[in-house]
């Protein structure tokens, strides 16, 4: 599904270069959310060989909206880390969340919409200098492969057609 809304004059219309550089410095160190659509909590579940209802109870939590209602993200670990990110202590060890053996993302094949999208993100395309105040963080940003406009409109309706899971309380 592509946006209809026209970008002519947008600061992405040529294009923009980001190519992860696997840093993780978007999946640690800061609060956050991780929202969760249908298809990234079912792929999650499967991923971890989890039923739905048990994968909620371990790696997610319910954000409070402005209009009352609740959206579902994933937790994160006391020191902000993703609860899906494995790292290693000050003698080398794992701390391993995961059957994955090395650090990082033990999910990462599995990750959500929000995490294969980033930094095409809404809030971040919204102007030029947004851009440039998340790429300051972000080694990848500016760098790399050019995305098109097409795929980068394309990444941004993503959402719309993979919405964030609700609940009115």
């Not at 995961?98 to 919409?113: D, K, T």
Request: aromatic content about 12%; glycine content about 6%.
């Amino acid at each position: 599904m592509m946006l209809k809304a026209s970008t002519k004059g947008k600061f992405y219309a040529q294009g923009l270069n980001f190519s992860c550089k696997r840093c993780s410095a978007c999946c640690r160190f800061e609060a956050g959310y991780v929202f969760l659509s249908r298809k990234d909590a079912s792929l999650l579940c499967a991923a971890l060989s989890m039923d739905y209802d048990s994968f909620l109870k371990t790696y997610c939590r319910w954000v409070p909206e402005k209009s009352g209602s609740q959206q579902l993200s994933l937790k994160e670990k006391s020191n902000y880390d993703c609860v899906f990110w494995n790292s290693r202590q000050s003698d080398g060890s794992l701390v391993n969340q995961g059957c994955f053996v090395n650090e990082g993302c033990f999910v990462y094949e599995a990750r959500p919409l929000q995490c294969r999208t980033f930094p095409f993100w809404p809030s971040i395309m919204r102007s030029k200098d947004n851009w440039k105040m998340t790429a300051e963080d972000c080694p990848g940003m500016n760098q790399g492969a050019l995305h098109s406009e097409d795929s980068i409109r394309e990444m941004l309706s993503m959402r719309q057609a993979e919405p964030i899971i609700s609940k009115n309380v």
